[in-house]
């Protein structure tokens, strides 16, 4: 691919490709000079091609709000990828004290995760020669948000409190005992090895599982 059409892609490692938003609400790609729609830019961001939307009037950045709308375009069309309980909790954090710290953890969080799954991805498909055994890119999906929204149980501060009746029942332990449970309680990463073990087992089990079904 040459220079013009590397740029025209936003690929390029030169500026994104700008997009101009009309007051009839139709999206214009200036680098192919052609209207496009919610999914070509929903594409676009699948296809890793970067660019910006501006309000052709005003000139403003709209990009947040565009990408929110293709968000909930998705949403709309069935394919369940937030949680209830996840939107709730980050509605929640709107006007909160910890507001501003939320889009960098969130942002943090995503990547690392995304860098996981790709991992997991070469990981299952080397060691069960590329039998994936999600039964779909769905269920994955329900997978990846439970982990998020975990993530986000464990940000709020206010979490212990929200806990479960069980643990608000529970009489308060002494200071010393207190100590020696957090002394016993493994770090973060130990944690999300212990996790990712057992996710792990629980993809060679339904591997294994799947290998005894007989064949047609």
């Known amino acids: 691919m040459t ?5 025209a892609d936003g690929q390029s490692g030169g500026e ?14 200036t680098a192919t000079s052609s209207y496009v729609t919610l999914d070509d830019l929903c594409q676009m961001v699948k296809d890793d091609k970067d660019f910006v939307v501006f309000d052709a009037k005003s000139g403003e950045d709209i990009t947040r709000s565009v990408l ?7 949403e709309s069309k069935g394919t369940n990828l937030l949680p209830i309980g996840f939107l709730r909790q980050l509605i929640g954090f ?9 889009p960098r953890y969130l942002d943090h969080s995503m990547m690392s995760f995304a860098q996981n799954q790709e991992q997991m991805r070469s990981y299952m498909q080397n060691a ?16 990846n948000m439970a982990l998020v929204e975990q993530a986000m149980r464990m940000f709020s501060p206010f979490g212990d409190e929200k806990g479960s009746a069980a643990s608000a029942a529970s ?3 002494p200071a010393s ?3 020696e449970e957090a002394a016993k309680t493994p770090p973060a990463e130990d944690n999300k090895l212990d996790e990712l073990k057992q996710q792990i087992e629980a993809l060679q089990q339904q591997v294994a599982s799947l290998s005894d079904k007989p064949k047609k």
């Open 94 to 102: 709107y006007g909160d004290s910890l507001q501003s710290l939320v």
């Open 171 to 173: 009489p308060a332990a």
């Open 128 to 143: 069960f020669d590329g039998i994936f055994p999600f039964g779909s890119l769905e269920d994955m999906s329900k997978q």
């Open 68 to 74: 929110t709308q293709i968000i909930v375009e998705e």
């Open 177 to 179: 005992e207190k100590k």
């Open 3 to 7: 220079g013009p059409e590397m740029a």
């Open 16 to 29: 994104p490709i700008t997009i101009k938003k009309y007051a009839n609400r139709r999206l214009y790609n």
